[in-house]
């Protein structure tokens, strides 16, 4: 995979596909995607984790990722690109995007592709 360009090193939202996502690992912080999940039909539309802690589904916060907390507009993360930012790795697959965090030597993240959401590592 590709690194994306400088610029983009540490870009906290952007896009793959139809997803909004963010690595926002410092202080305690999480990697989120928003969006429709496949595959989930309870309602809840953003997937995320915490490492070392939880990682899952659930609603959406308000005000959504869309708008960033920084200038600038919100960009497409290309398939076979990746971004890397405080510890969190995102990858984009021509079909969704895998993300992925250490804290503490744990590992946790999540995948989402054309089918389905599936978290890894941590449970919460």
Known sequence: ????????????????GD??????????GEIACDGTLP?????DD???????????????A????????YPGTVRELPAGHRID????TCLAGVDGVAC?????GQFAGFQVDADAVHTYGATG
């Open 62 to 69: 308000s005000p959504s990722m869309t708008v960033p907390a």
């Open 39 to 43: 595959g989930v039909h309870n309602g």
């Open 46 to 60: 953003e997937v995320y984790v915490r490492p070392p802690g939880g990682a899952g589904t659930r609603k959406a």
């Open 19 to 28: 997803l909004t996502c963010k690595i926002e690992l410092y202080s305690g």
């Open 100 to 104: 992925f965090g250490t804290l503490a």
């Open 1 to 16: 995979l590709a690194q994306a360009r400088p610029e983009w090193r540490g870009l906290p939202v952007f896009t793959v």
């Open 85 to 88: 930012s405080y510890g969190g």
